[in-house]
C-alpha cells in the first residue's frame, strides 16, 4: 500500500507577515507587539514571534487608537507597495467597511 502525503499548510512568522502586510512599519514594532502580548490570532494570545500564521486566520491586533481584527486571505511572499498588501487580508473590523462602503454610495 502506497502511503498518502498530506501536504503541508505554507505559513508565515507573524512578526514578518505583520511587517509584510504594511500594518507596522518595521519588523522590530511587530515584534513588540507580539512579544508583549498584544496580538491574538483565532481568539488565542500569542507571546512568540515565531508563531506561524496561515491563510484563513483572524489575526486581532492594536493599531493607534483602535483594535484592528484581520482576516488572512493570502501569505506575501514579499513587502510589497499598499494596494499589493491590502489585497492579501480582509478587515473585519467594526465601522472600518461600512465607512467605505458609505463613501462608494456617495459617489
Not at 50 to 72: C, F, H, K, N, Y
Request: glycine share 8%; with cysteine; aromatic share 2%.
Amino acid at each position: 500500500m502506497a502511503r498518502q502525503v498530506v501536504p503541508a499548510r505554507e505559513t508565515r512568522r507573524i512578526d514578518r507577515l505583520l511587517w509584510m502586510l504594511r500594518l507596522t512599519r518595521t519588523r522590530g514594532a511587530a515584534q513588540d507587539l507580539v512579544c508583549e502580548g498584544h496580538v491574538r490570532v483565532n481568539g488565542r494570545r500569542v507571546l512568540r514571534c515565531s508563531q506561524a500564521i496561515a491563510i484563513g486566520d483572524i489575526v486581532t491586533l492594536p493599531l493607534g487608537e483602535m483594535v484592528r481584527i484581520i482576516e488572512i486571505l493570502d501569505l506575501p511572499s514579499r513587502r510589497g507597495p499598499p494596494v499589493e498588501a491590502s489585497a492579501q487580508f480582509r478587515d473585519h473590523t467594526p465601522g472600518v467597511n461600512a465607512s467605505v462602503s458609505q463613501e462608494g454610495e456617495a459617489s
